[in-house]
């Protein structure tokens, strides 16, 4: 179940969003000012925050980017300010949604659904991008790699030549599937520049080159199968 922080000085708004939201089942919190909303978001996770922008003590700007200091917190915004410009502010900032008032509760609610759908399937996909072999630690999507928590220094190429042997780990590759893979159909050089960039990954890897593993005649695997 999700639990929604809702930020909004105006108590009947709060209460309307907070029975629509109960209703679709979500935990809801409430809080009347930004400054409020930061003091909670610094002690409790929150999955989505439906936040106003005028706000006394602090807006929901300044709130929504002190918060995202800390925590990549989901944002739909609230406002009654329609122009073009308050909207591409708020998405400059961080700001996932941005709803004008006054607004239908029930649209409030599918943004909600869409939103946390949203984050749900970026959160597993950054969660299915990263790797761990022992001390060896491989971020695809941050194009990272850490070895024994010491960022590792390789070129482009090094990069994209282990992501691939890691995506396809315990599966054999041959030469020619990297340079297709790796180099693309327009490559013109030969099986040699795989071996050489393989040197240079295993001499980046350090203890960690073990893990890829040479296949006589045909060319190379990631092994790791614990």
């Known amino acids: 179940m999700a639990h ?26 409430e809080a009347e000012n930004g400054m409020e909303a930061v003091g909670l978001c610094n002690d409790n996770d929150y999955d989505l925050i439906i936040m106003d922008v005028m706000m006394p003590r602090l807006d929901g700007y300044s709130a929504c980017k002190e918060i995202h200091k800390s925590k990549k917190i989901p944002v739909i ?18 700001v996932d949604d941005y709803v004008v008032k006054p607004f239908s509760p029930k649209e ?3 943004r909600v659904k869409v939103v946390l759908k949203r984050n749900a399937i970026t959160e597993q996909v ?38 691939f042997l890691v995506k396809n780990k315990n599966i054999a590759l041959s030469r020619d599937k990297l340079l ?21 990954l295993r001499n980046s890897l350090g203890e960690y080159r073990r893990f890829i593993v040479t296949l006589r005649g045909l060319g190379y695997k990631f092994e790791y199968l614990q």
């Open 108 to 110: 409030l609610m599918a």
């Open 4 to 29: 929604i922080l809702i930020v909004d000085d105006e108590v009947n708004i709060r209460k309307v969003v907070r029975e629509y939201a109960e209703f679709e089942g979500y935990e809801v919190t």
């Open 77 to 94: 915004m609230l406002s009654a300010r329609s122009e073009e410009y308050d909207k591409l502010f708020g998405f400059e900032i961080g």
């Open 180 to 200: 297709e893979e790796v180099w693309g159909y327009d490559f013109f050089g030969d099986d040699r520049t795989v071996d050489t960039h393989i040197k240079m």
């Open 126 to 163: 950054a969660i299915q991008d990263k790797y761990v072999f022992e001390g060896l630690e491989v971020d695809i999507s941050g194009r990272e790699v850490y070895v024994n928590g010491v960022k590792a220094s390789m070129t482009p190429k090094e990069y994209d030549l282990l992501f």
